[in-house]
Each structure stands twice: as C-alpha cells, then as structure tokens.
C-alpha cells in the first residue's frame, strides 16, 4: 500500500490530501485521477514523437544559430501552442509541395516552348495545356488534401444490428480505421461474443500492420451493448451509453432489420408482420430520432441502409420489406426538409445485395444462382462504404456500393460469375466467416481494382469534363476555321 502511494504521489496524486470518505470511493476516484494523468503522459509523449519532423529540426537548428532557448510551455497553453505548431507546419509542407510541382511544371513548359521552334499555334496550344493541367491539377489535389484531413482522427460510431453480417464488417472496417464503435443487438450474449471477436481481430491486425496503419489501429476500440431498437429505452439506453463510452456520436448507422423470407403476403403472419415493421421502420424512426438528440449540439451523420423497393419499386415475394424501405426514403426526404439549418446530416446507405443470412433466409435455387451474378460479401461492401461514410459531408448523400463503375463491371463479367458463391445444386462455395477475415488487416491494406474504380469520385468526374472543355478550346483556338 505505501508503494502504490509512493507511485501515485510521484504521479501527482497526494494521498494525504484526499478528504474522509469510504475507502470503496476513495479507490475509485483515485484510480480514475490515475487513469487521466497517464493518458495526458501518453499524449505527451504522441506530441514528443511528432516532433521529430523535418520542419522541427529546422526550428531547432534556426533557434539554436541564434543563442535562443526552445520554450517550454505548460498545461493548456502548452498543448493549443503544440497544435499551432502542428497545423502551421503541415500547412507550409502542402505549400511547399505546391511551390515544387508549379516550378516543375514551368521547366517542363519552357522545355515544350523551345521545342515549338517558335511556332505561334505551338506555344498557344502548349500553353492551354499547361494551363489546364494546373486548374485540374490543383482542384485534384484540394479534393485529396481535404479528404486527408477528413480522414484523420478517430470517430465515434454506433451501429445498430451489428453481431451478424454486414452490421459486424461495417464495424470492422471502422476499427481498421482506428474508430471507437458501439456495437449493438438484441442478445446480450452476441454482443459479448462479436466485441471480444473484433479485440481479437485488432490485436491480430497490430502484429501485421506498420508505421501509420499500425498507428492508426492501435486508437481503435470497441465497446457493446444490448438493445431492441423497437422500444424507445432501449434506444434511449444505447445513446447514453455511447456518450458515457466516447463523449459524443459522430456516425450512427441504422443497420438493424429483418426479412422473414420470400413468400406471398397472405402467408406472412401476423408476428412476422409486426416484426419487420417494428425493425425495418419504426426502429429506424426512433434510432434516427434519437441520433438527432445526441447529436444536435457537435453535429454528426445518421445513415439509413437502403433496400429493394426503396425507389418504389415493386418487391414481390417480399411485399412487407419493401414497403418498409420505402418509408425510410419518404423519412429521408421529409428530414432534409426539416433539418435544412441543422448540423446532423441525414443520408442513405445503399449496400446493394449482400450474402448475409437476412438476404438468403427462405432464397429459392433460383434466387440464388442470380445472386452469383450481383452479389457481394458483407466485408467486400463495408470495405467501400466505410471511407466514404467517414468524410461525407452536408446532408442528403447517398453512399452506394454498387457505382455505375461496378455496375458495368459485373455486367462485362457476367459469363464469368456463374458458380461464384453457390453451385448448380445451391450449395454455397464461398469460405466462412471465420477463414475470409484471417489476416483481415493485412489484405485490406492491398490496393485492388474495385478500390481503382472508387478513385472516381464526384470531383474527379467534374476534373474530366473540365480537361474535355479545355482540349476542346486548344483544338478549335489551334484550328484556322470557326
């Protein structure tokens, strides 16, 4: 005992100044003042490391020239000056990297011009070109650094339905990115089982990840809870429980649901229908509500996962889902309206067809020998979806996995894709769960061509058309017609 107070007092915790109170509370508010004074040594020591950048040598070589002493800040004026430091030194990097590709450009430029031989039509269309490779170059660039700098930083983030599934790979794949999830279900016992589940597949992913993927992986943590979204306590509950784990939500992901098969109406019952609207619908209102709760003052994103029949199209065999879905994009549309000056950000997730036991529960031969064809595995999607959740901004935005990119390719390689995840007689090949997320960490690290596809987004579309504009003026100022 008298060591640990020795250790504690060294730490700045006295316990001869601690007041009369029951040794049960004294113990545990001494452990929690223990608690945050490690975790401030720890983010002392994060800053101390970061110092280690070219641009602080260079601060200390300047400093050191002129007899100057580097300053030694304290508390909180110590860490804001530390985070100006951070910030002004990363903006003169991208400046500087800037500055360095404009003079590169411009040797090339001149290079081009003294290759012309002076030719007037030459040098204009040389000159366009360069000047249209800047304006595109630079917004390529804003968008990358932007994104850059949304990426950074963990998130806190609730998902609902998330012990099975897609549900378990969207969280997954936030802890790859270093997030703080909340993972949600009905059963106690499954919330226990995927949370120590997803510990194992982070301290499988620090052994084999390295530098700032490993950095990044080791913020990841994941925390559980038991909830029926069909009753607002439980609801009520996840919410405070989240904000008593993390502090606040940033991203809260409406995953749960439930099909009941495919069959005609008349042979749903009663249940069935109660629980799929209960889910599907009613879930989702309450859960959205409640995320617009916690999340009015800090602002966040609430994603709704779309479905078939979300578009109004007609979903037979499955009449009661599809009408569910549909609801929750009248929902989306109704809230952008009434959220217009609102910091909570309201969107849909569209995941496409995944194999999970929701699409395959009561799936004919038939059903499943298209699935071949459109289908995806749920860590497959999440590896899409994820990255594009975490840096949306505004609201109204839909994250879809299947981009009209990914929708050519599976319609090119159609002939290839029979027999991909179920045989002639519907007996399922692919490998289980279990085998496809060993060494998950390592082979999300790999680039693929879906993720080449990704690239193109919104920004680098309009950079495309932008490039065609700019040809098209070269080419008709260079031709001697109209």
């Known amino acids: 005992m ?28 001494l452990v929690v003042r223990a608690e945050s004074k490690l975790e401030e040594d720890k983010r002392s020591e994060i800053v101390t490391k970061r110092k280690k950048g070219p641009l602080y040598a260079l601060k200390s070589l300047i400093l050191g020239f002129n007899g100057s002493k580097n300053v030694e800040y304290q508390g909180a004026y110590k860490r804001a000056v530390e985070k100006a430091e951070e910030i002004f030194f990363s903006v003169v990097t991208q400046m500087g990297r800037y500055i360095f590709t404009m003079m590169s450009t411009g040797v090339i430029l001149s290079i081009g011009f003294q290759l012309s031989g002076g030719d007037p039509q030459m040098n204009t269309v040389i000159w366009y070109s360069w000047l249209g490779g800047i304006i595109i170059g630079t917004m390529i660039a804003s968008n990358m650094v932007l994104e850059e700098h949304c990426k950074a930083g963990p998130r806190n983030v ?3 339905g998330s012990t099975r599934g897609l549900g378990k790979a969207l969280a997954r794949e936030f802890l790859l990115s270093g997030d703080h999830v909340v993972v949600a279900s009905r059963s106690p016992e499954s919330v226990q089982e995927t949370i120590e589940e997803l510990k194992e597949n982070i301290k499988a992913g620090l052994l084999v990840t390295k530098g700032k993927d490993k950095a990044r992986l080791s913020q990841a943590k994941v925390v559980g809870i038991s909830c029926d979204v069909c009753k607002p306590d439980d609801v009520r509950k996840l919410s405070d429980f989240a904000l008593e784990e993390f502090g606040s939500v940033d991203i809260w992901i409406n995953n749960a649901g439930t099909n009941k098969g495919f069959r005609p109406l008349v042979q749903f019952t009663d249940e069935d229908i109660n629980q799929i609207v209960s889910t599907n619908l009613v879930g989702s209102l309450l859960c959205t509500r409640e995320a617009m709760r916690v999340m009015n003052d800090k602002g966040g994103h609430v994603f709704n996962m779309d479905g078939a029949g979300s578009g109004g199209s007609s979903t037979p065999l499955t009449a009661v889902y599809g009408s569910t879905k549909c609801g929750l994009r009248q ?9 217009k000056r609102s910091k909570v950000g309201i969107h849909t997730a569209s995941p496409g067809m995944v194999l999970t036991d929701l699409l395959l529960s009561g799936s004919s031969l038939r059903n499943k020998q298209m699935f071949n064809l459109i289908c995806e595995l749920p860590e497959t999607v999440a590896r899409t979806l994820v990255p594009r959740m975490r840096v949306v901004k505004g609201s109204g935005k839909a994250i879809n996995y299947l981009t009209p990119p990914r929708i050519l390719l599976a319609l090119v390689t159609a002939w290839l894709r029979r027999g991909r995840w179920f045989d002639e007689e519907g007996k399922a090949l692919y490998a289980a769960e279990a085998d496809r997320i060993r060494n998950w960490a390592e082979n999300r690290a790999r680039f693929s061509f879906t993720d080449a596809m990704e690239m193109y987004t919104e920004n680098t579309w309009v950079s495309v058309f932008s490039l065609s504009v700019v040809c098209a003026f070269i080419i008709l100022s260079s031709s001697s017609g109209t």
């Open 2 to 29: 008298a060591a640990a107070a020795v250790h504690l007092t060294m730490h700045g915790l006295d316990l001869r100044r601690s007041p009369r109170r029951s040794p049960a509370i004294a113990a545990r508010r």
């Open 158 to 160: 609730v998902i609902t």
């Open 331 to 339: 929902l989306q549309t109704s809230l952008q309206t009434e959220s």
